[in-house]
């Protein structure tokens, strides 16, 4: 089967000052924790780590005034779901696997990417410079040892945009593979094929 271009594990520092729930939060609770964990190009899911249960409760009522849906998960944690930033809108339109994030402060996020190919990363930063938006490509790894082929990058991506790595699963494997049209055992066997792929190139350039 064809390859496509390697696959590029990207950090890159976006700075943007739209998101009502960064705002919010370090306008009022200095030290707090926010991840973002599902960003779909129109709404994004954050993670809030609060410090004590009294900031957490305190700005619960705030956030449903601001955000699409908030619900407390766990200790001190609210999960907030509200429209994208200019960033998260960019980045959730394309065919890119946000692996993680982190907000620096209200204004500077940096993403952890997964791109498919050099043609996508163009992608990205030329919407980014149509944009205006302000950032900074920290690094890029992963160019020599991580190639997926078109049918492994194509699944990798489905999965991805159908919520199956969301922390609360939203699509199964079996659902899928109904979807596109091929067996349970060979959707996994792709996936498994895939991820090793990916988690092999990232050991050899990060950890040895």
Known sequence: MKLKNE??????????SDCDIT???YKNYKNTNIERLKIDGKTTTHRIKFNSADDMHRALNDLKEISIETVKTGNNVLWSRASCCSACGILGSLNIIILGSKAI???IIVY?????????????????DNSGLKYLI?????????KLTD?????????????????ERKVSLTAIAKEIGISVPALSDLLRRALNKILKGYIENNLY
Do not use: A, C, H
Request: proline share 2%; hydrophobic share 35%; charged share 30%.
């Open 138 to 146: 920290e690094e890029i790894s992963g160019d020599n040892n991580i």
């Open 112 to 128: 952890k990417l997964l791109i498919p190919d050099s043609l996508e990363l163009k992608n990205l930063k030329n919407n980014l």
């Open 7 to 16: 696959i590029k594990l990207v950090s890159i520092r976006i700075e943007r």
């Open 23 to 25: 705002n919010y939060i």
């Open 105 to 107: 402060n209200d204004n």
């Open 151 to 167: 049918r492994e990058n194509e699944i990798l991506l489905k999965l991805y945009k159908s919520g199956y790595f969301d922390i």
